[in-house]
């Protein structure tokens, strides 16, 4: 790897860490009272989500084009049924996105709404 490559790796690295605090700060303020904290990065990626939320296991994206389907799958393999997966994705000068398969969201929402008409 080239002085150049490891620049840009750097970059890519600080680009993810930022993305993952200011998901970190919209999460609290959506959600006061719960923990919400970044996942461990120390760990292997699979032992704790990019932002650590209730009943949610979220892998942040962030970059020039992301890939959304990657993310939800990495999201789901991590999560091993234990969270609903979802992948929060961010490409350059646009707004994030939020991904989930619908069966998942179908069963949040149901969740959610008995919550709120009970």
């Known amino acids: 790897m080239n002085l150049e490559q490891e620049d840009m790796g750097k970059f890519s690295v600080e680009k993810g860490k930022r993305f993952e605090r200011e998901l970190v700060q919209k999460f609290s303020e959506a959600l006061p009272g719960a923990r919400v904290c ?26 020039g084009k ?16 234990t969270r609903w997966p979802l992948a929060v994705c961010k490409d350059d ?11 998942d969201f179908l069963t949040f929402i149901r969740q959610w709404y008995a919550g709120r008409v009970a």
């Open 38 to 63: 970044r996942g461990y990065q120390w760990r292997s990626g699979s032992d704790a989500p990019d932002v650590d939320i209730p009943g949610f296991w979220l892998e942040a994206k962030v970059g």
């Open 66 to 81: 992301t890939n959304h389907r990657t993310a939800l799958r990495q999201a789901t393999a991590a999560a091993k049924g």
């Open 93 to 103: 000068f646009q707004e994030a996105t939020v991904h989930m398969y619908l069966k």
